[in-house]
Nanobody, 123 residues
Framework: QVRLVESGGGLVQAGGSLRLSCAASGRTFSSYNMGWFRQAPGKEREFVAA????????YAADSMKGRFTISRDNSKNTLYLQMNTLKPEDTAVYYC????????????????WGQGTQVTVSS
């Protein structure tokens, strides 16, 4: 129903910035709550940030508040994650998720996923 393709990852030094993009195909992108997640080797997937379908409401995990900003441009079917003041601990594969929901246990999940883009922060 929807395809998501992330881009913008790469290698950056600590303190630097990157902007990730997630290009979505499909006619209903603007109807979905969207999110960014990340996963480092040997670790579980971690929630990064979420945005409502119309872009009015946003939320970021505590460790990323003030550094990461999620946004979207529905006219371009694109989701963004601006990452500033990057730290080595931010190194992970970052995934774009579509149709974000919260289950009865408070766990965030998405029905659609991109392939991920690697972000590596060197010290």
């Amino acid at each position: 129903q929807v395809r998501l393709v992330e881009s913008g990852g790469g290698l950056v030094q600590a303190g630097g910035s990157l902007r990730l993009s997630c290009a979505a195909s499909g006619r209903t992108f603007s109807s979905y709550n969207m999110g960014w997640f990340r996963q480092a080797p040997g670790k579980e997937r971690e929630f990064v940030a979420a945005i409502s379908w119309n872009g009015v409401s946003t939320y970021a995990a505590d460790s990323m508040k003030g550094r990461f900003t999620i946004s979207r441009d529905n006219s371009k079917n694109t989701l963004y994650l601006q990452m500033n003041t990057l730290k080595p601990e931010d190194t992970a594969v970052y995934y774009c998720g579509g149709d974000l929901t919260i289950d009865g246990l408070g766990r965030r999940e998405c029905h659609y996923w991109g392939q991920g883009t690697q972000v590596t922060v060197s010290s």
